[in-house]
C-alpha cells in the first residue's frame, strides 16, 4: 500500500551541467555528480536534454545510460527528435514536459488536455519500447485525467507554485496550493497512476510534500546543488533524503 512505500528521490542534474557550460569544458562533471547522488542516497537521476542544449548535453546522456545503477529519468518536449533520443537509448522513463527556449526552468505543467490525440501518439512508441511515461503536469483535475486517458502510466505534479507562495511570503495562497497538490494526488492515484511531484522544493517546502500517502517520488535538482556549493552534493541530498524520510515516517 501507498503509506508502507518508501518514498524515492530523485536527483536532477542538469545545472551542475549548467555550471560546466558557463564557463565551457569538463568541469564541473555532471556524471561525477551523478554517480555522488547515488551514493548519497538518490533512488534515480533525472536529466532534461533540452532542445537548444543549454545544460544537458547528448553525450552526457549517453555517460549516465552507460555508467548508471539506478534509473535514468529523461526529462524531455514531445517532439520528434526527444523521441529518437529515449527510442534509441531507452531509459527507465521518459517524462515529457513543456519546453519553450526563452524561459529559464521548465515553467507550468504540460497542456495535455488540449492536445490530447498528438500526445497519445506520441507516448505510445515509448511505452511500448519499455520506458515509464510520465507526464509534468499542473495539479489539474482535467490534466490528470487527460494524462490517464492517453495511457501514461505516471503523473509528476508542479510544486511551483505553492513553493513560490512559501518563498514570497503568501502563506494563505501556499496553503491553498498545497491543499489542491494533496486532493490531485489522491485523485490520480485513485485513477491507478503512480504520482510524483516535483519542481522548487527546499529544505522548508519538502516535508508537507513528501507526508502525502499517495506520492511515491520526488524529483529535486536546483535547490540541491545550489546547496551543495556551501555545504558539499553529498550531505546536501542526504539531508534532503532525511527529511522526507522524517516526514513520511
Known amino acids: 500500500m501507498a503509506e508502507t512505500e518508501r518514498l524515492r528521490l530523485g536527483v536532477n542534474i542538469d545545472h551542475v551541467a549548467t555550471v560546466r557550460n558557463a564557463r565551457g569544458g569538463d568541469t564541473p562533471d555532471p556524471l561525477r555528480a551523478a554517480r555522488l547522488a547515488e ?12 532542445e537548444d542544449r543549454r545544460h544537458i548535453s547528448d553525450a552526457d546522456i ?16 514531445a517532439t520528434d527528435e526527444m523521441q529518437a533520443i529515449a527510442l534509441r537509448h531507452r531509459p527507465h522513463a521518459v517524462c515529457i514536459v513543456p519546453e519553450r527556449r526563452e524561459e529559464r526552468t521548465t515553467e507550468g505543467g504540460l497542456e495535455v488536455a488540449r492536445e490530447e490525440n498528438r500526445l497519445a501518439h506520441f507516448i505510445a512508441p515509448l511505452a511500448e519500447a519499455g520506458c515509464r511515461v510520465s507526464i509534468f503536469i499542473a495539479a489539474d483535475r482535467r490534466q490528470i485525467e487527460a494524462a490517464h486517458r492517453i495511457g501514461a502510466q505516471v503523473v509528476e505534479l508542479h510544486t511551483g507554485a505553492y513553493c513560490d507562495a512559501h518563498a514570497e511570503g503568501r502563506f494563505q495562497e501556499r496553503d491553498d496550493e498545497l491543499e489542491r497538490l494533496r486532493e490531485m494526488a489522491t485523485f ?62
Open 188 to 249: 490520480g492515484h485513485s485513477l491507478g497512476l503512480e504520482v510524483h511531484a516535483g519542481h522548487g522544493l527546499t529544505y522548508e517546502t519538502v516535508p508537507p510534500v513528501a507526508a502525502f500517502p499517495e506520492v511515491r517520488e520526488l524529483n529535486i535538482g536546483h535547490f540541491l546543488v545550489g546547496e551543495a556549493i556551501f555545504r558539499g552534493l553529498t550531505p546536501a541530498i542526504a539531508e534532503m533524503r532525511r527529511l522526507m524520510d522524517a516526514a513520511r515516517g
Open 62 to 77: 549517453e555517460g549516465l545510460m552507460a555508467t548508471l545503477n539506478v534509473p535514468l529519468n529523461f526529462e524531455m518536449a
Open 39 to 50: 551514493e548519497a542516497g538518490a533512488d534515480g537521476i533525472t536529466a532534461h536534454l533540452r
